[in-house]
């Protein structure tokens, strides 16, 4: 890789920006960092993100690169080795799970917004039956393929990571019948790159979060809190 100056902005709790860190941290690419606040975004994140979303990456100072996908995959061709596979359709074949993944994480912010029960349970359901078709295809491990980390485990370790804050505070169980996503989800839990893509205090920034948004979560969260 020429030498390029890789500048990202990030927010703490974005899955999105996980993506591109965990591509950087298992490429060993040198970038520096600066996590904004999305409620009140600066004037220069404006100019920068057409979109205003994060990620963006900031190429050599006069590039800006958006939508994670699109950054992980400039990440991948520019150094050594490829975490996608090699073969076309293989290659095709992952980016549709990513998209897929997208889905989830679409079905994710609708658990934690649900207002009530009932709706919450019907998101879960779905998300459930989601991992269930994952189920069918994934590897029996460690990774969804077998021994090679690719851009589409990148993409599920900050999925699966949710599921470790929801589950420490209500009682769901969404793997409890999905032993292969189970050996997915612990075998990305101790991936080095997924760790790092995270501060040590994310559950506790999350939580807060989840607390915020005035929804069924939100009262689960209170209740189990005051309850310890
Ligand atoms: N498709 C985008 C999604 C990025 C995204 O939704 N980022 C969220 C934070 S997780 C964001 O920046 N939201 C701010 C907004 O929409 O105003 C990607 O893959 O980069």
Request: no cysteine.
């Given at each position: 890789m020429k030498q390029q100056s890789l500048h990202l902005v990030t927010h703490i709790l974005c899955p999105y920006v996980q993506r591109s860190i965990i591509t950087l941290e298992e490429k060993s690419i040198a970038y520096t960092r600066v996590d904004i606040d999305l409620a009140n975004k600066p004037d220069w994140f404006k100019q920068k993100s057409p979109m205003g979303r994060v990620p963006i990456l900031l190429v050599d100072e006069n590039r800006t690169l958006f939508e994670s996908a699109v950054i992980c995959e400039y990440l991948d061709e520019v150094t050594?080795?490829?975490?996608?596979?090699?073969?076309s359709l293989e290659k095709a074949y992952h980016r549709a799970w990513i998209e897929f993944g997208s889905g989830i994480l679409q079905s994710i912010s609708g658990l934690y917004n649900a207002k009530d029960s009932a709706s919450f349970d019907k998101i879960h359901e779905e998300i459930q039956r989601k991992f269930g078709m994952l189920e069918e295809i994934v590897s029996g491990g460690p990774f969804f393929t077998g021994e090679q980390f690719h851009l589409l485990d990148a993409v599920y370790a900050p999925i699966f990571r949710y599921f470790d804050v929801f589950e420490s505070y209500t009682n769901l169980n969404t793997f409890a019948d999905l032993p292969k996503c189970q050996i997915w989800r612990s075998a990305l839990r101790q991936r080095r790159s997924v760790q790092l893509a995270v501060a040590e205090n994310y559950p506790d920034l999350l939580v807060q979060f989840l607390k915020s948004r005035d929804s069924y979560m939100s009262q689960l969260l209170v209740t189990e809190i005051n309850n310890d």
């Open positions: 050594a080795g490829s975490l996608h596979p090699s073969d």
